[in-house]
């Protein structure tokens, strides 16, 4: 429990951590205490009130942004290493013992088989040759309750991540994330719901690595599109899956989608509704031109150097009113 707690309380430092980091100069240190109140505050050291001083936890501002590497991730007690040859190329899996417990299966056959998935996935439906073979050098870490600020940057933690990808297939899952959601230790799952999720996160990381080779090994910036992508992936790929429902999945992410766009404001921040409307544009494409579609916008961006919106018109005759009076139809 205690264990648990401290995670959240990582984690909630972190997700505020973000927020700060702008009014953070190199050398600072940002802090994080629980004010009188109880509310968790997150200051520049220098303006954390004496009195929080003892109890408020810092790290170094200019060392937020640092990703450790899977490999060099520093995992406490009992760490479990495989190095496998799976469907979609060699996995290097790292894991600490203490997430087993949190799942079913061990880690080991949860990414093994959802590399089964997302292969089966691939050369089942219109992905581009260099995709459908995909061969890429798998680095996959299990993080637990011990996340060390130093390696891991706030950012990529906020908005309640259970997982995210680093390219070229990099991939980091946080174990009680996906066993407990965003709650805490009440949350916890059972072990075949926890499952079912972890696969799911699996095939939304793998999603990335998937995207990234379709952009011929480029890292564009548009998150939109490549969150809208991953998140499009998992509903595509979970019809693969014998642990998932790929009706529960989609009907899931339309609600979110809808809910979404009820705001009117569409702009991006990252919320799960956010990713759903991003998915939608994947899903209006795949519904009429299949995934031929999207392999085709995502090729004219690599010749052409087009944006995607521009990609997709061009590939798909497919133009902005009617990917929204299409996706209206498919939220109906
Ligand atoms: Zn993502």
Redesign the pocket.
């Known amino acids: 429990m205690t264990h648990t707690r401290s995670t959240f309380f990582i984690l909630l430092f972190l997700t505020a951590f973000a927020v700060c980091t702008t009014r953070a100069h190199a050398g600072e240190q940002i802090c994080a205490f629980h004010d009188q109140n109880g509310e968790m505050v997150v200051k520049p050291k220098k303006e954390v009130p004496y009195r929080f001083k003892k109890f408020a936890r810092c790290i170094d501002a200019n060392k937020s942004n640092y990703l450790a590497k899977p490999d060099e991730i520093t995992l406490q007690g009992n760490v479990r290493r495989e190095d496998i040859s799976t469907s979609l190329g060699r996995v290097e899996l790292r894991w600490p013992r203490s997430v087993e417990q949190m799942f079913g299966r061990t880690p080991l056959r949860a990414v093994t088989d959802a590399a089964r998935t997302v292969s089966r996935s691939l050369k089942t439906s219109g992905f581009p040759p260099a995709v459908q073979n995909l061969d890429a050098p798998w680095k996959i870490v299990f993080l637990d309750a011990k996340l060390s600020a130093s390696q891991i940057p706030h950012q990529l933690i906020s908005a309640c991540?259970p997982g995210?990808?680093t390219a070229p297939a990099n991939v980091y899952i946080v174990a009680q994330r996906v066993s407990e959601g965003c709650g805490g230790s009440q949350n916890r799952r059972s072990a075949s719901i926890a499952d079912a999720q972890l696969t799911e996160i699996l095939l939304?990381?793998m999603g990335?690595v998937v995207e990234y080779y379709m952009l011929n090994k480029r890292r564009l910036g548009d998150r939109a599109r490549?969150?809208g992508f991953?998140t499009w992936f998992e509903i595509h790929s979970s019809q693969f899956s014998s642990l998932l429902s790929q009706s529960r999945i989609r009907s899931r992410t339309f609600d979110l989608a809808r809910r979404g766009m009820r705001g009117g404001s569409r702009k991006f921040r990252g919320s799960a509704e956010d990713?759903a409307v991003a998915s939608m544009i994947f899903s209006v494409i795949a519904d009429r031109r299949g995934v031929r579609g999207i392999a085709d916008a995502y090729e004219l961006m690599n010749k052409k150097g087009l944006r995607f919106d521009q990609a997709v018109k061009e590939a798909t005759y497919l133009g902005r009113e009617q990917i929204e009076k299409d996706s209206a139809k498919l939220l109906k």
């Open positions: 991540h995210w990808m939304h990381e990335h490549a969150e991953a990713y």
